[in-house]
Every structure is written in structure tokens, then in C-alpha cells.
């Protein structure tokens, strides 16, 4: 059974940075597609960053420049470094991990809060 634990989250002030990780375990197929989504208050879950296995990335574009994604395939961990946080960052972010159509698996989710 695939399981997905994040930690990193907490409370910041606007411009500070976290970083996110989120260890994966269990029968994990490749290739595959790691990442973050995140879901603020009221709104519904929408991505943040992911990267596939051989490293190529994608952003939101609200985070380019800001957060940069990263994984250690040894480790079957992804990361997410968030610098330059802005008080519209705040949510909960969930990790994810896709081995193929319909195959997604996910985290319980870390609450990021930055106050202004």
C-alpha cells in the first residue's frame, strides 16, 4: 500500500521561506510524476509544482521564480522550497504521487500560514 507523509509546514511571516517534503512508501511504480497541490480556504485544490522522474518540472505560474520542486528517487521524496511566501500562499498542501491513468495517491496535507 502506497502511503505519502508531508511535513514542513507552519506559520511564517510574508517573505520567509519552508520547505516542504514528503516521504513516499510501499509498491511505488516508474516512471511516475510527483508534485503539490494546494487548497486555501474556500477554493479548490489546484496544483503548485511537480516533477516527473527524470526531473523535468512544471509551475503554477503564480509561483515561478518563487518555489522550486525537487526529488531524491533514492529516498522516494519530493520537495518543495518556498522562498518569497506571500500571505495568498497560505493553504493546505497536499503531496502526490501518480504512477499512471488513474492511479494518484495522496497526502494528508501540511497547513502553510503566512501572515502579512
Known amino acids: 500500500q502506497v502511503q505519502l507523509v508531508e511535513s514542513g509546514g507552519g506559520l511564517v511571516q510574508a517573505g520567509g521561506s519552508l520547505r516542504l517534503s514528503c516521504v513516499t512508501s510501499g509498491s511505488i511504480f516508474s516512471p511516475n510524476v510527483m508534485g503539490w497541490y494546494r487548497q486555501a480556504p474556500g477554493k479548490q485544490r489546484a496544483l503548485v509544482a511537480g516533477?516527473?522522474?527524470?526531473?523535468?518540472?512544471n509551475y503554477q505560474d503564480s509561483v515561478k521564480g518563487r518555489f522550486t520542486i525537487s526529488r531524491d528517487n533514492a529516498k522516494n521524496t519530493v520537495y518543495l522550497q518556498m522562498n518569497s511566501l506571500k500571505p495568498e500562499d497560505t493553504a493546505v498542501y497536499y503531496c502526490?504521487?501518480?504512477?499512471?491513468?488513474?492511479?494518484?495517491?495522496w497526502g494528508k496535507g501540511t497547513l502553510v500560514t503566512v501572515s502579512s
Open positions: 516533477i516527473n522522474s527524470g526531473g523535468s518540472t
Open positions: 502526490y504521487l501518480r504512477t499512471g491513468p488513474g492511479r494518484d495517491y
